[in-house]
């Protein structure tokens, strides 16, 4: 699949917006500690993303109530659910100056994902960090997908191709109408 750029040239994949909050002093504390321990870029966004799927539960998976939305609530509360995880991936690349952008997947209901062009690489890659459990195994890689869900043709479930520079607005409302994690559960989109 070619993934598609909503926006031309590389700037708004750079930026900070309400929910992807990079400016946030949590946010760059917490990339500041990251970045120590990365020689470069790449391992950068391996450690990035390894810490925000192995340390922010998905809120599903740990019965947690919270919801959580912008990039600083979710490092602060440490759960989200895909979409929110993806916020905090995109934000603590991005506080690297790593281009990151938003996408998505429906799999019966919208799944949320990440991409980021590594500097170097002439392509975007997808990475996933959902959080892995049985039956779920995303890993960081740029050359051959590693998701944590493969889409079923067959069950109408596809891949969007569009990379967002800012959450969908259809992800942003769920977000931000849901009191509860339940609640969000029952009003997740079905499609873009």
Known sequence: MELIQQTDGITAYLAADDTIDHGHPLVRETAARLRRDAP??????????????????????????????????????????????????????????????????????????????????????????RGNKPGVDAQFSLDEERLAFPVDPES?????????????????????SAPDRETLCKTLPTAL
């Open 40 to 129: 470069d870029a790449h391992a950068y966004a391996r450690a990035a993303f390894e810490f925000v799927r192995d340390t922010v539960t998905h809120s599903i998976d740990a019965d947690d109530p919270r919801v959580t939305r912008r990039a600083s609530e979710v490092l602060e509360q440490r759960t989200g659910i895909c979409y929110a995880k993806a916020h905090a991936l995109v934000a603590l690349l991005r506080a690297e100056s790593i281009p990151a952008a938003l996408c998505y997947q429906n799999l019966g209901v919208l799944h949320g994902l990440v991409a980021l062009k590594l500097p170097g690489r002439e392509s975007w890659s997808r990475i996933d960090p």
């Open 156 to 176: 109408n479930e596809e891949d969007y191709p569009m990379l967002y520079a800012a959450p969908h607005p259809a992800v942003l409302a769920v977000l931000r």
